[in-house]
């Protein structure tokens, strides 16, 4: 915005630095927020040590809280016109001066700090699908608050949905090949090891954490699946995209799937990544995708209160343009939504 003065008859026109100096107004009336939001917190984590407080009751008052403090959140992002740059710094700023109280839970500390060294690693996503809080005082009730979100809700719900999906798939015929793209910690795989062993069916699970494949190792040796049954594989998802790659890599197969991990990958990549996967598949085949929908949790959980900005925010219009310009034959497309429905699965099958 400009401001106009007269100088010896002239018109002169000064920038006014409305827009620099609103944000800072906007910043101050969030860093006051954020000190009430952390005073209030203090005074819920002096009641955790009181005995016999009403432990629900101080439940609903923190998710009260923290629902309005990242309400203001939004509003600033809204405030400053969702200036990447001013938000990215406030993001920060707000972590930095909660750090010393929210960084209590365990699974809040866990998703600021990443210490598998990548976002979502299968360690964090164990911890959603067992759905029980570690940490003790205030920490308990703001893990809680995390695994109540919808998203952690979806989470769990994409993993029982899809392990029925592929109980489904495993049981319309005998010996099939299954490649897990992403497996993290194949919880699925190992709660369907009796329709494994059932139906002589191959999987081979990639991932590119050793950490992840080791854990998932261990389950699966306890669930009585052999390496014949499910092979665990280090490898780079991403080297996929290339046809040729992938088929002389892994051959063709009846089922691939993927959840969790396509939400991370840009859409002209995944476009490319699911050609060909489509390619990969075998004649009567099936891929079986997940997708978080954006209009049904809210992102600023995960930019805000924890540093888990990875994922991409996408709508189940995304998802349709992204289908819609792969070359897949729409007549091969199912869509179902997770029952907390955060989460989408499109089936895509091959005639
Ligand atoms: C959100 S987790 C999902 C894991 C699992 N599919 C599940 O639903 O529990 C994403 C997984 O992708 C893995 N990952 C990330 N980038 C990868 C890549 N380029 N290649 C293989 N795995 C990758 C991570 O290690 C992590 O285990």
């Known amino acids: ?16 630095p409305v827009v620099r100096e609103m944000p800072e107004n906007y910043i101050a009336e969030l ?13 819920f984590e002096s009641r955790c ?21 990242l309400e203001a959140c939004v509003r600033f992002e809204q405030q400053v016109n969702n200036d990447a740059f001013i938000v990215k710094t406030a ?14 839970s365990y699974l809040i500390n866990r998703t600021r700090t990443w ?25 308990y009730y703001l893990d809680r608050y995390m695994l109540t979100a919808p998203l952690a809700e979806g989470v769990r719900d994409r993993i029982v949905m899809l392990r029925e999906l592929l109980r489904g798939a495993l049981s319309t015929k005998p010996k099939q090949k299954v490649l897990d793209v992403a497996c993290g910690s194949c919880r699925e795989v190992f709660e369907l090891a009796p329709a494994i062993k059932a139906s002589g069916a191959k999987f081979v699970c990639v991932d ?11 389950r699966l040796a306890h669930a009585g699946l052999t390496t014949e049954q499910v092979e665990l594989r ?41 050609n060909s996967l489509y390619k990969l598949l075998a004649p009567g085949g099936k891929i079986i995708a997940s997708f978080k929908d954006v209009n049904r ?44 429905g955060s989460v989408i699965f499109y089936t895509i099958a091959k005639p």
């Open 49 to 69: 040590l009181l005995p016999g407080f009403d432990q629900e009751q101080l439940q609903a008052e923190i998710a009260l809280l923290t629902d309005s403090m």
């Open 115 to 139: 210490p598998q060294g990548h976002q979502g690693d299968y360690n964090t996503l164990e911890m959603a699908y067992k759905n029980s809080p570690l940490s003790e005082g205030i920490g």
């Open 234 to 274: 280090k490898y780079n998802a991403l080297r996929i995209f290339d046809f040729e790659t992938a088929v002389m890599e892994f051959g063709m197969q009846d089922v691939i799937y993927s959840v969790g991990y396509f939400d991370y990958l840009p859409d002209d990549f995944l476009i490319k990544l699911l």
């Open 297 to 340: 949790y809210r992102p600023h959980i995960y930019h805000w209160l924890v540093n888990w900005d990875g994922f991409l925010q996408r709508t189940e219009d995304d998802f349709e343009r992204i289908l819609h310009y792969c070359d897949l034959p729409d007549s091969a497309l199912k869509m179902e939504r997770v029952d907390s």
């Open 208 to 218: 590119l954490d050793d950490d992840a494949l080791n854990f998932a190792l261990d």
């Open 31 to 43: 860093e006051m927020r954020t000190e009430q939001y952390v005073q209030q917190l203090r005074d």
């Open 91 to 104: 993001q920060v700023e707000f972590r930095e001066k909660t750090n010393a109280i929210l960084s209590r």
């Open 1 to 16: 915005m400009q401001k106009t003065a007269i100088y010896r008859g002239e018109e002169i026109k000064e920038a006014i």
